[in-house]
């Protein structure tokens, strides 16, 4: 008998109990429409030394305990799992209506499992198909694949394998069979346009966290009214007088920060009534990084989805200088938030950081991806992207970074809460 198979004997809250304590190394990968709102995330399953049996039980575990729903802040969620886990634990996959399934070609040769996959698109489960190199089934052609395209609702190819006349006929061709048809590793901005062209129901790839190459910087008045913000933030040396002054004009910036100062989360012991209240609570430097992490934020120019990642990474570095001092902990959140800074402005780094006069440790890792910042932001980059381990690194990191990582997103999702907020 199989560990898989033990696994679905044992009760669900044994199951829970035992696992939701081992943080899943697993980073959310979002897919976005062609307005840039989220249509579902995948999760993104990175190995940290377990056997696939003891790694999937743990998917399950966050399953039932509701770890995966809350990651998806109750959106649509992908997430790959065994086929010893899907032939058994259908049921419970079915419990949970956000979540969908993604399934490969090669499972068209197992009658069990087609089966399986049938029953549970038939009972509401959304199933993605992922071709990734595969050819496209032809109408007509192999029995098995079209088969399975009659019963998936999903099917993603992927764009950077394609040349453009290619990625059009595929998409054309799989849209007309009625599929949402989504476009994996888009990872440049030109291919990125060209989806947008095409009937494509959801975009994912590197596109979102890379920036566009522009010849002349021009920032629009929101953005400029952010860049001015945050020079005024990184000038000023004063107290949480003057702290209180450089915001005292935006009223619903404050009204948000207030909001999230003494909001459940941060479990305060006598609620904050100002800025400089808050700035003496937690400190000036603190304070500045939440005022910018505001104001980023609330750029409703920009993808949601980038500006929770730019949080996530100011978060995360943060978390991994826990052996630095208090100051070098702050500038390193700061490293984190502003690493994206030229992917929200649209504007070359060297450019923006003219206007906003930063520590030279920030800097230098902004710019050249060195001093002592830049092997922080060199991890999280990796952790995003799946790639930590194939760097090298131990289960121990994984598994310490997966912790950071999921209190990251937990933080990003609760701020960015309060940055789309409007006073009443």
Known sequence: MSDTTVASNVPEAYLAATFNEVPLPVVRVPMLDRENQLVAYELIIQGDGDDEANLMRRVLSTIVDGSVTRLARDNRVFIRLSRDLVMEQSELVLRYPRIGLVIDSAWTDDEAMMARLQMLSQRGCALLLDLADQPIPQVGGDRGANILLSFVRFVRIDASRLDAGTLRAHCEQLHARGLQVIAGHVETHATHELCLQLPFAAIQGGYLLTP??????????????????????????AGPVELGQVIRNDAILSYKLLGCVNSAYFALPKQLKSVEQAAIFFGLTRMRNWISTMALSGMNDRPPELLRAALIRAHMCEQLAQGMSRSEREMAFTAGLFSLLETLMCAPMDFLLEHVPLAPEI??????????????????????????????????????????????????????????????
């Open 212 to 237: 566009e190459k522009v010849d002349v910087p021009v920032l629009t008045a929101n953005r400029l009214s952010v860049l001015r913000l945050l020079r005024a933030l990184e000038e000023e040396s």
């Open 363 to 424: 800097r230098a890792v902004l710019i050249d991806r060195r001093g002592p910042f830049a092997p922080l932001l060199e991890q999280v980059i990796q952790w995003e992207a799946g790639d930590l381990r194939n760097s090298g690194a131990q289960p121990q990191q994984i598994r310490r970074m997966a912790g950071i990582y999921l209190e990251a997103t937990r933080w990003a999702d609760h701020v960015y809460s309060f940055a789309e907020q409007r006073p009443s």
